[in-house]
Structures are given as C-alpha cells and as structure tokens.
C-alpha cells in the first residue's frame, strides 16, 4: 500500500494493476526501469488529482513505444486478451508493445551471432536470404564487415570474385535500407565496401558510393569514430567526393577536441590520398594535437608525424612541440614498450623521423636521442626500417655514425631481405653522410646485380652516383647497370643522366654505348637541362675522353646565348672539357674570357688556373689567333 504524505492513503488495487503489467511484459530491472515508474505513478497521479489526465505520461510513452516497434514484425497476440479487462485498455496494449520489444531485442542477438559465427561467405548469403524480412541496417552493416574480413582468405577472395552475382540481392537490400542507416551503419558499411574491392576484384558502381554520400551528408549524429573509417574508405578507394569531404571537414573543425590521435592521423591521411588541400582543417587539427601531446604515446606522434608528412602542409608548431620534448618523456616511452603499453619501436623511431625528413624540418636534439634508442634496438629492426632511418638522417645532413656503424654490422647479414627501394636508400644515404662501409657496399653490389630487373632507372642512377661519391670502385655494377640503361635512357628524368654520366666518369669507367645513347637523348631535350647539368655532362664526356662532337656543338651555342646563367665554377669546368677534348670552339672561349675580364673578382684562383690551362692547351686559343683577349691578362692567367 502506498501512502504519500500530502494525500489520504490509497488501495493497493492500482499498485497491484502495475506490478500485474510489469510481471506481463516480462520485466527486466536494467532494462524496465523506466517502464516501472510510468506504469506505477499513471494511476496513482490520476487519484491524486495533480494531472486532469491521468494516463498522460502513459500516452507519451505509449507512443514513443508503438513508434519504435513500428517497423517490427511480431506477433500481436503477446499478452493474453484475459488480462485486458484487468489492466485497461491502455497498459494492456502498453504491455503488449514491451513485449514485442523484448522479443524483437532476441531476434537483434540472435542474427548478430548468426553473422558473426559464419565462417564462409555463401553462409552470410544465406543468413540474409533466410532472415531478410528481420536485418536492420545493424545487420546489413555487419554482414558487409563480416564479408570484408572473409575476403582476406585465398579460398573465399576467389569465391567471391567468381561468384560476385550472389551478392547482389545483399547489395540491392542494403542500397535500399541507406535512409534508414544511422552515422556508424554508414561508415560501418563504407569501410567494408573499400576493404573488399582492395582485397578482391569485385568493384562497388559510382551509384552505390552516391547514395552512400547523399544518405552521409543527411545525418548530424556522426561519431569521431565514423568520421574517421568514412574517410578512410573513400580515400582507400581514392574516391573524391568533394560534397562529403566539405561536409566532414566543417564537422570535424567544429569540435576537433572529441578525435583521438589515430583518428587525427588517419584523417590527415584521408585527406592527402584525396589529394585534398585543407589548411584550415590540418590547422585545427594540429592545434588538436598540440593539447593533447603530453597524453600522446610514441606510437600516437609516429602515426600522427607521418600522416602531415604525405600532405602539402607543414605542421611548424606541432613539429617544435614533439622536438621540446624533454629527454625523459623519450625515455619514458621505452620504459612504456617494455611494458607493452607503448609501440616506440623501429617502425615508430622511422616514422617520426621520416616525416621530420620529409617535412625539411631541423630538430637536431630529437635526433640525436633517437640515434642512441635506435642503437640500443637495432636487433628488432628490419631492412625497411635500417633503410628509412638512415635516409632521414642523411637528408637531414646530421651525422650518426654509430648508428651507421651498427646498421652495416647488421645489414650486411640481411642484405637478401634488401629490395630495390631499401637498396637504394641505403648506399644513397651513407655516400651522402660520407660514412664509409666498403663492406656493406660491396654486399650491396652483389645483391644489387642480383636483382637489377627491378630497379627503376632512378634507383640505377642514385645508386652509382652513390658508389662514386664514396669513392668505392664496383666495375660489375657498373657494366650490368651500363648494359642494362642503353635501352632505357629515354626513361632516365635529367636528373637520372647527369648522375649516371658524372658517376661512371668519377669512376673512371667508360660505358661508349652508353654515353652515345645519353648524348642522343640529350641532344632531343638540350633546352631542358639547367647550367649544373650542362656542366656536368661535358665534364664526364671530357673526364673519360669520349667524343660527342654533337652534343657540344649544340651545348656551346647554348652557352653563349646564356652566357650569365653560368657560374664561375660551371665556365671552368666547361672551358676545360672543350679544351681537353679538343673541341674547336673559338666563339665560346671569346664570350667566357669577357666574362672572366667582366667578373675576374668572382673566380677564385683555382678556377683561374683551370681556365688558363684551358685556353694554353687550345691550339686555336693563342694571345696571337684572338684579338679579342688581351696578352698581359692572358699571361697572367698562364702563370698561375
């Protein structure tokens, strides 16, 4: 019996009509509750007079009720019609909607074990022809993420790809089911999509991504979550849709603070696979970060650190925050690792690293501690890894030798595990920091020759521009990369070239076939070629006295034309070639000694000697044959 304070002391009729209800509607205290306290205070407040009706809030929940069972098919005769008298007619179909949705909860349950427990993708097929009239958009969400993880094995990739038709009524439910899906269905789904089109051959139609962007744009319940897998999925399919990502990014901008570092990175990501330039959203994202950085692990500023790496922005003040991290926070993070709590491992140490390459961003102090963690490591590292970090430093120009010392130690043990890439980062890497390791580079070699159908003419030319920088004499590598690059100059960038011409004459090893097939494709783009490059190229020519009277006709008329572009150290060394390989060029040594006479304060002693002897090896560049240059200056540059 209920008694409130205020009012006379009620029957327990209207409290046994509620405990009735509740005991018909298979009450559960977790989920019931609330069902308990309506049921229980309707009749009650209708005694007490406080309400003009008492089933008011019945009614409100009541419809809130039908409502939600609406799009539910199950059967109406739940409670037995013998209670209706009892309870009224109101909680009686009250009860009967509790009920429907107890029921409808189980058979939720049942088809999500179902889908979950299946181990082939026929099974999943087969659950959506037997239950179709029962999956919600949770369902259909889920049997597309279930598929998307079955397609990763052998056995049913190949399924699917030969049966890709059985899916289609799966496809068509759920393309029709997209207004009813909430913002984690959506992304749920999407990710799924983009998953099995990258492991199979099956591809989704544009319509299908479509419907997938208008029904996206339409809901205003998106997770960070969600917005993160949504990105992620169209940036794996490399699909642009600026709608989508204008929308996302304005979500995102708006309260940045609810994503975790994952989702900044894998946003930043999405973003630059989409080749899409949004300072605005990279600079709320940063300043995100930067909140957040004293929580960050290593492995949270790795991900990070690499995702602004790959886009056209560079995160200044985020970049300073990681580098002032004090030494112990560093620390720490190993401390954490041996804990398993924390990935500072190599892959972290390379990522951090890279991006900091990457990004031309100077932090001397963090790469100095990193040196000594990655020492201290350097078992757990891979060929990946040994080639990536060096790389970073030396396009940094900071000098790690002890890691340089510990990584040829151990890569010359795992040099087979070496690819074309890894190779050559590698040899670049060393030649460019000056670190000598005849031993490794002479694996390198063996493994390089090995291998060399799989090398790109720009691995082939950094790498003996590697092997000459370093002054590390490899005539095998150098006659199979010669023989290998006379078909394929015309696939050499300017770049490609010039290294390859000017290592082979560092070296000393003279390629004819192959200097005659750089000196036609260079005569088909001479105007390409900047002063360096035109420099470099009569220098090897001269360097390993191999005729192209072709290319320096054509390269002395270029000369004169453009007579300022040329520095005093690339006139010396142009001057020299013509004269050692006695190339008859009168106009062209007229135009470089005015520029001399011009400039003389510009060239440095070396560079004048270098021009005397030039025009004293000339025969037709006597005081006597020129008017044009002065005798006493002549001398002067003579007795240098």
Not at 40 to 62: D, E, H, I, M
Request: net charge neutral.
């Amino acid at each position: 019996d209920y008694k409130d304070p205020n009012k006379e002391s009620m029957g327990g009729k209207a409290v046994s009509r509620s405990f009735l209800l509740l005991l018909l509607s298979g009450f559960k205290f977790t989920y019931n509750l609330s069902f308990f306290v309506h049921s229980l205070r309707a009749p009650l407040v209708s005694k007490t007079g406080r309400l003009t009706n008492g089933n008011g809030n019945n009614k409100l929940f009541r419809r809130a009720t039908i409502k939600r069972s609406s799009s539910i098919n199950v059967s109406a005769n739940i409670v037995s019609t013998s209670c209706k008298e009892y309870i009224g007619e109101e909680s009686y179909e009250y009860a009967q909607h509790i009920a429907a949705m107890q029921k409808h909860d189980e058979l939720v349950s049942k088809l999500k074990t179902l889908i979950l427990k299946s181990s082939t993708i026929g099974e999943i097929i087969d659950i959506h022809v037997q239950n179709q009239t029962d999956l919600m958009p949770y369902h259909l969400s889920l049997c597309w993420h279930k598929i998307s993880q079955l397609a990763q094995n052998d056995r049913e990739k190949d399924h699917i790809e030969q049966n890709g038709k059985a899916l289609l009524p799966l496809l068509k439910h759920t393309v029709a089911a997209f207004d009813k899906y909430d913002a984690r269905a959506l992304s749920g789904t999407a990710i799924s999509f983009a998953k099995i089109s990258s492991a199979t051959k099956v591809i989704f139609e544009s319509e299908i991504w479509n419907c997938l962007t208008e029904r996206s744009v339409e809901v205003d319940t998106f997770q960070a979550g969600d917005i993160s897998f949504l990105i992620c999925a169209y940036a794996k399919i490399n699909r642009a849709d600026q709608k989508l990502l204008n929308y996302l990014s304005e979500k995102i901008i708006f309260d940045t603070s609810i994503f975790s570092p994952k989702e900044i990175a894998h946003i930043i990501w999405g973003y630059a696979k989409l080749g899409q330039s949004a300072p605005k959203l990279y600079q709320a994202l940063e300043r995100s970060a930067i909140k957040k950085l004293d929580n960050f692990t290593a492995g949270d500023i790795a991900q990070i650190a690499y995702a602004y790496a790959t886009v056209d922005f560079k995160p200044t003040r985020l970049l300073n925050a990681i580098a002032d991290l004090p030494i112990e926070k560093i620390n720490d993070f190993r401390v954490e690792t041996t804990r398993g709590l924390d990935s500072f491992n190599a892959q972290a140490m390379c990522n951090i690293l890279w991006a900091y390459a990457r990004l031309g961003h100077d932090a001397p102090g963090l790469f100095t501690v990193i040196e000594d963690e990655a020492i201290e490591i350097i078992d757990s590292f891979n060929s990946k890894d040994m080639a990536s970090i060096v790389w970073a430093y030396a396009k940094m120009g900071h000098p790690a030798p002890k890691l340089c010392t510990a990584i040829e130690e151990k890569a010359i043990g795992m040099v087979k595990t070496f690819n074309s890439q890894d190779i050559t980062n590698t040899v670049w890497a060393y030649a460019k920091l000056g670190h000598q390791a005849p031993n490794l580079f002479k694996a390198m070699e063996d493994a390089t020759i090995k291998t060399l159908d799989f090398f790109s003419s720009r691995d082939t030319s950094l790498i003996v521009w590697a092997y000459a920088k370093n002054r590390h004499p490899a005539p095998k590598l150098c006659t199979a990369i010669g023989d290998r690059a006379i078909n394929k100059v015309k696939s050499f960038n300017n770049q490609d070239i010039v290294n390859t011409a000017w290592a082979y004459a560092k070296l000393g090893h003279k390629a004819p076939k192959l200097f005659a097939a750089i000196e036609d494709e260079v005569l088909g783009r001479m105007k390409t070629f900047n002063e360096r490059d035109v420099a470099s190229l009569l220098w090897a020519y001269a360097i390993l006295g191999q005729p192209a009277p072709a290319m320096f006709v054509a390269m002395r008329q270029l000369v004169v034309e453009e007579i300022d572009r040329f520095s005093p150290h690339h006139l010396s060394n142009i001057v020299w070639a013509y004269a050692t390989l006695d190339h008859q060029a009168p106009e062209l040594f007229a135009t470089i000694y005015r520029k001399v006479e011009e400039n003389h304060g510009n060239f440095s002693k070396n560079q004048l000697a270098r021009i005397a002897r030039a025009y004293a090896k000339s025969d037709t560049l006597t005081p006597q044959a020129l008017d044009v240059i002065d005798r006493k200056t002549f001398e002067e540059l003579q007795g240098l």
